[in-house]
C-alpha cells in the first residue's frame, strides 16, 4: 500500500510540474508538437511522411507519358 501511495505521490508531483510550464507562459498552452508548425523543420524543408508520399505521388504521375503506352 506505501509503494502505491508513493507512485500517487511521485504522478501528483509530475502533473504538477508539468503544468508549471502552461501556467506562466503567456498564451497559457502548449507548443505544438505536428512537423508542419516547427520553424526549424520548415527551413530544412522537412515534411510530415504524409506529404513526402503526396510529392512523391506527384513526380511519378508526371514522368508517366500515357500516350507511349
Not at 504522478?11 to 512537423?35: E, N, P
Amino acid at each position: 500500500m506505501k509503494s502505491i501511495l508513493l507512485a500517487i505521490v511521485f504522478l501528483m508531483v509530475a502533473m504538477m510540474l508539468l503544468c508549471v510550464g502552461v501556467i506562466f507562459r503567456k498564451d497559457h498552452t502548449f507548443r505544438s508538437q505536428h512537423i508542419h508548425q516547427n520553424a526549424r523543420l520548415k527551413k530544412d524543408k522537412i515534411h510530415c511522411a504524409k506529404t513526402l508520399d503526396k510529392e512523391a505521388e506527384r513526380k511519378s504521375a508526371q514522368k508517366i507519358d500515357v500516350a507511349k503506352l
